[in-house]
């Protein structure tokens, strides 16, 4: 029999997975939405994302249930936007390529700094499936070619590293108040949407979209990629085993990627498939002892 613990971690893990595959669809929504300028699409879809949240908060006691703790608050919302305003700001000082790619280090900074949490043992499977997620990562974003960083580009560079820092940060210190109710996050959506509001007013010029398909492209940012995922993802790094959400996080570039094949806007070729390899592989290495112990329960029932 599994025990009641060890079947609610299984479960929240695969709630949180969710909000991977959600991430899958953050690249086509983003294409499909035309010209929108980045922080303008931010508060966007993050003010439809906060309204996702309201099921969450009449469950959760409403406004009354929230925390009164102020570092929940600082951190929540400062994961949500300090990490979007960091990778905006990186994107403006660095190539797409290398930008995203240097973002792209927080599963592996989740998976090494989850050795600091309580209760929780890093072991040498879980780096080793971080890292073959991240070469995975590196196939599909560079699509096989080189990768040189030119320094002139070091503060875009620096911003996309403190980008990986900040999100790491949040899913990690997220453990720390497992107390705070999954509700909470509906206001860090809300106060991103704000803050990214005064971001797109001081910094861009408003380009709306053009016809209902990109609107219905932004509805379904704020849904998904942009809202419900940052409501199982909470639940899932609070209540699972993060080392296995840190280490499947790679697979959102790859699902991403293969969305776009499906919709005919990219095209699939080795790359693809060696990518797919290395980021299944990784995260079944660093979902090891996840999947042993399931069969060694199996066998002894």
């Not at 991430?23 to 003010?47: C, E, H, I, R, Y």
């Not at 007013?201 to 849904?223: H, K, N, S």
């Not at 699939?268 to 996840?290: E, K, P, T, Y």
Request: charged share 10%.
């Amino acid at each position: 029999m599994i025990t009641a613990d060890r079947s609610s971690r299984r479960r929240a893990t695969a709630i949180g997975l969710l909000a991977i595959v959600m991430w899958a669809g953050l690249a086509l929504l983003t294409d499909m939405t035309g010209g929108v300028p980045p922080f303008q699409l931010a508060a966007m879809s993050f003010a439809v994302g906060a309204l996702v949240g309201l099921p969450w908060l009449r469950t959760g006691g409403g406004i009354a249930g929230l925390p009164h703790d102020w570092r929940v608050w600082l951190l929540g919302i400062g994961g949500l936007f300090g990490y979007h305003f960091l990778y905006f700001t990186a994107l403006r000082n660095a190539p797409a390529v290398e930008a995203s790619l240097i973002a792209y280090l927080w599963p592996l900074l989740i998976v090494v700094g989850s050795a600091l949490l309580p209760g929780e043992r890093l072991g040498a499977h879980h780096v080793a499936g971080a890292l073959m997620g991240l070469a995975g990562a590196v196939v599909i974003v560079t699509r096989g070619g080189g990768l040189s960083l030119d320094p002139q580009h070091a503060f875009g560079h620096a911003m996309a590293g403190l980008c990986a820092l900040t999100w790491a940060a949040y899913s990690l210190l997220s453990r720390r108040f497992a107390a705070a109710p999954t509700s909470a996050v509906a206001v860090f959506c809300a106060a991103t949407a704000l803050l990214s509001l005064a971001c797109h007013i001081a910094l861009e010029t408003t380009v709306w979209p053009a016809d209902g398909g990109q609107w219905l492209a932004v509805l379904g940012l704020g849904l998904l990629p942009v809202g419900a995922a940052f409501y199982v993802w909470d639940h899932g790094v609070k209540r699972g085993d993060i080392q296995i959400l840190g280490a499947s996080s790679y697979a959102a570039p790859l699902l991403s990627t293969l969305a776009l094949v499906a919709a005919g806007r990219a095209t699939a070729d080795w790359r693809v498939a060696l990518a797919c390899l290395l980021i299944a592989g990784g995260a079944a290495l660093a979902a090891r002892d996840m999947l042993f112990a399931r069969r060694t329960l199996a066998k002894a029932a």
